[in-house]
């Protein structure tokens, strides 16, 4: 299977645009998935913005564990960082203005022995879709940076005036070239950092639901009316001829009545509900990562690259969906169905 690497002209020409602009910005303040801090921090950035202030935020907070989430902090801390955890559609903005404050200070303090009252300009970094611009609305106090769930709504690079002596700059998410480390790679396209479009979501739903399963059994069981034995079907039955048990996408169609005509299970339905309610939170607050960690999971992400660029008609139009694979029709519920 190929290999997922996302990194688009623009995404290129931002990091040209980044690594100029750094040198007229007083600190910097990276963003980071708080469910995933370590695949959700782009590796680039330490060469980029060496030699400037960082504040590092655990952002979505709000949508991780807690428990968890205090171990990120203690070891960033252990590494020399500020972390802040951060819910950018809820929290409080005053720890933020204090290390903002902290960070800025020295180049504020030159410039009023100066007699100058300096405007304190940060830059707001991280890859996409993590809530760089959510987080600028946040501070700002009303929506002023477009945002939108899903990766790459911003586009350029733009200035906000917080206050008389806070601007800060929102910029485009950001990737690196080449996602070496696909365990990393596949929770960037769990969490929709990556463009949904060119990857499998049929396998990428499937082992989401595995690992969260692995994480919160209960959960999400109940949030997809499956059980347990649903989530990994047994080995195809062979007496005479092959018995397929029905998989957890198509148990989760059966939960829900998602047959289409010809008693086919809507796979792509169940596997767009999978991604879209565990992005949004509605499994609970599941964390993928934890300090120390290996990946995951360290095979490829399942891309549908080849087969875009075999079927162009795959490629989804804005606002219509993928068009779904044939699938064979369904098996009365907890039946088996003849391999063909
Ligand atoms: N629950 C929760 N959702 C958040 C938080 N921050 C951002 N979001 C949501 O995450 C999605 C992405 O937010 P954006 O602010 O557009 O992300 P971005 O990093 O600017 O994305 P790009 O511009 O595409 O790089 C939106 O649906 C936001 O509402 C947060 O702290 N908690
Ligand atoms: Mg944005």
Redesign the pocket.
Known sequence: MPEINWYPGHMAKTRRILSEQLKGVDAVIE?CDARAPQATRNPDLNYLCRGKTRILIL?????ADDAVTARWLTHYRGMGLSPIR????GSRTHDILASIEEACSPAVERMRVRGVNKTARLMVI?I????????INRIFGRSVAQ????????RTNQWVKVGPYLELL?T??MLWPKLSDQGDARLLAYLGSIRDEILDSEGLAVDLVKLLFSLAPDAVCARFHITPDDINPPEPEYDGEYHESPTVLDRICLGRGWLLSGGRADIARASALVLDEFRA?LIGKVSLQRPGDQAVNAAPVPVLQAELDERPEMRRQPGKARPSRPRRPMPPQGGKRPRR
């Open positions: 963003l952002n979505k907070a709000d949508l951060f819910n950018s559609n991280g996409p879709n993590v809530g760089k611009s959510t987080f945002a939108g769930d899903r990766p790459g709504v911003t929102d485009p998410g939170g």
